[in-house]
C-alpha cells in the first residue's frame, strides 16, 4: 500500500482524472445515442439496442473497450517508460525487491481503472433508467432480472479490463514499444466487443472470455517479474 502511495505521488493524477470525467460524459451520450438507434434506422442489426436486456451489455463493453484503452496510457507511463534507459537504473536502486515494485505499479493502475470504470458503467445507468421514467426511449422495462445481470456485469467486465490492459502492457514491453501497449488493447477490447455483438449480450460469452483474460494477464504478470528481476542495466 505504501508504494501505491508513492506511485500515485510520483505520476501527476490529475490528467487521468480528467480522462475519467470526459469518458464518463461521452458514455453517457453514447448509451443514449444507442438507446435512439433503433429509432432512428429501422435496420435489424439496429435493433440490438431495442431492450434493456443486450443495451446493458453492449454499452458495458464499450465502456470496457474504452477504459481499457486509457489502462493501457497508463501503463506506458508507470511501467514502460519507467523500465527503459536510466530510469531503470534509478528503479532499481530503490531498497526495495522489483517485484513489489512492479506489482505496487500493476495494482496502483489496475484499481484506479476498475474503479472509474465500475463508478461510470453504474452511475450511467442510474442516470439513464431514472430519465426513462419520465422519457422514455427503450421498449422495455427496467426489471429485477435486467438489475441482476448489471450487477454481475459490474463486476465481470472492470475484470477483464485490468486484464487485457496487463496482456497489452505485457506485449509492450517484450516489444519495448508504448504504440504496442496500445494497439494491443485496442485489439483485445474490441474482440470482446465483436464477440458481445456477434452473440447478442451472451452473458456465458462474457464470462468465458473474461476467465481466458484473466488467466493470461496472470501468465503475463509472471512473464513480466521474471524479465524485471533479471534485468541488467548498465
Do not use: H
Not at 6 to 32: H, N, Q, T
Not at 36 to 57: E, S
Not at 117 to 136: D, H, K, N, Q, W
Not at 225 to 232: A, D, Q, R, V, Y
Request: charged fraction near 10%; aromatic fraction near 12%; charge should be positive.
Amino acid at each position: 500500500m505504501n508504494l501505491m502511495r508513492l506511485e500515485f505521488r510520483k505520476v501527476p493524477m490529475k490528467a487521468y482524472i480528467m480522462a475519467s470525467l470526459i469518458i464518463w460524459i461521452s458514455m453517457l451520450g453514447f448509451i443514449y445515442l444507442f438507446a435512439y438507434a433503433p429509432r432512428i434506422d429501422p435496420d435489424p442489426d439496429m435493433q440490438v439496442f431495442a431492450g434493456y436486456d443486450n443495451l446493458v451489455v453492449l454499452f458495458g463493453a464499450f465502456n470496457m473497450a474504452v477504459f481499457c484503452t486509457m489502462a493501457s496510457v497508463m501503463y506506458t507511463k508507470f511501467i514502460i517508460n519507467e523500465y527503459g534507459g536510466k530510469r531503470a537504473v534509478l528503479l532499481f536502486s530503490y531498497p526495495v525487491s522489483r517485484s513489489k515494485v512492479l506489482l505496487a505499479k500493476i495494482y496502483s493502475v489496475s484499481l484506479f481503472a476498475i474503479t472509474s470504470m465500475l463508478a461510470t458503467y453504474l452511475s450511467i445507468l442510474v442516470i439513464f433508467s431514472m430519465t426513462e421514467r419520465f422519457f422514455p426511449i427503450v421498449n422495455d422495462e427496467f426489471t429485477l432480472a435486467i438489475l441482476v445481470k448489471v450487477i454481475k456485469l459490474a463486476g465481470i467486465f472492470p475484470i477483464t479490463a485490468a486484464a487485457i490492459s496487463i496482456i497489452s502492457v505485457g506485449i509492450g514491453f517484450i516489444k519495448k514499444s508504448v504504440p504496442a501497449t496500445i494497439l494491443s488493447a485496442i485489439l483485445l477490447s474490441s474482440l470482446l466487443c465483436n464477440i458481445m455483438m456477434n452473440t447478442l449480450g451472451s452473458e456465458s460469452s462474457a464470462l468465458v472470455f473474461a476467465g481466458m483474460s484473466c488467466l493470461s494477464g496472470i501468465a503475463v504478470i509472471f512473464l513480466l517479474l521474471k524479465n524485471i528481476n533479471t534485468m541488467e542495466v548498465n
